[in-house]
Every structure is written in structure tokens, then in C-alpha cells.
């Protein structure tokens, strides 16, 4: 009974000394190339500056997406004329961002107001689980109106996707700061 007792507070000292955890799973390794921007090359009727190593999807309607390959993520564009409709499109892209407040932990809204391109908007960062975590609107309130999401093909998991919001933020940020609308005869 005594090596009994010995060898129980034996083991509980030489447990007591670390403490035992599960390793965390890994989480991808991203490598995120220079940036090189470029001039929108298809015909829209607006132009902005893009990632030179993005993939152009063109698609109907003057819509567009941007993919980042190596990232497994798009910027979804779509495009609508404005036709005394300025309101219901804001009100639609509004609605659309909030559609995420289910898993978001906060949207934070950031407005833009160049005045010299006549290029109005807001950018709304969703930090959480959300399937979108960037949107944003621009406008020139009288013809053109433009609306962008980010999407990650892969599960929702903020904090291993955030490096890679953070690197592509930058790129939407420079779109909006370049964004230019063609005249066109509408």
C-alpha cells in the first residue's frame, strides 16, 4: 500500500510540471505576390485599376469578376444603369450587405466622396463568418451605379481568411480610388 501511495504522488508531481494541450490545426500558408495594377482592359462603362496577376471573368450586363487563383476568391461586379432608380439600388445593396448580420461579428461602413471623378459610395467591412467579408457601392447618382462582393471558396472562418482580406482590401480601396465612368449615351 505505501509503494502504492509513493507511486501516485510520484506520477502527480512529474504530471503536475507541464500542462497538456491539443494542437491547434493548421491553417494554410499564404504567399501574397508584389502588386502591379493595370488599367481595366474590357470595355465597360467604367474603367479602375486592377491586380495585374487577377483572372478577368467577363460576363453579361457589363458585370464582372475578378479571381484570385491562388487565394480561392473573387470580386464579384455587377453593373446597373441608373434610370431614376437611385434609391431602390442603393436600398437593394444595402440590404444585401445586412443579409450578413446573421453571422457577422460587426459591419463597419466607410464612405468615399470623390467629387472630381463624380464617384460616391460606401465600403462595408464584415468582420465574423460571414460569406462576404468586403461590399461595396459606388455611383455617380445620375447614370452609372456599380456593386462588389468579396467571396472566399471555402468555409467561413475569419481568422484564417483574414490575411487574405486584408491583401485584397487594399486592391478594392485602389478600384474605388481609380474608379473613372466612360460617358456614355444613356
Known sequence: MRKLILLFLFFNIISCNKDVL???KAYLSLNYPEK???????????T???????KLI??????LKIKYPSLKASIDITYRPVKN???????????LVFKHAIKADQIIPKDFNNRKNKVYGSLYQIT???????????????????????YFYVKPNYDSVLPAVDYIKKDILRLIETLEWKKTNI
Open 48 to 54: 479602375f485599376d486592377v491586380l495585374n496577376n487577377t
Open 85 to 95: 432608380n437611385l434609391k431602390e439600388l442603393l436600398t437593394e445593396a444595402e440590404k
Open 36 to 46: 502591379a495594377y493595370e488599367k481595366l482592359s474590357l470595355k465597360r462603362p467604367y
Open 22 to 24: 491539443p494542437k491547434p
Open 128 to 150: 465574423g463568418n460571414a460569406a462576404s467579408q468586403i461590399q461595396f457601392h459606388l455611383t455617380d447618382s445620375t447614370h452609372n451605379f456599380i456593386k462588389g462582393s468579396l
Open 58 to 63: 467577363n460576363e453579361s450586363n457589363n458585370w
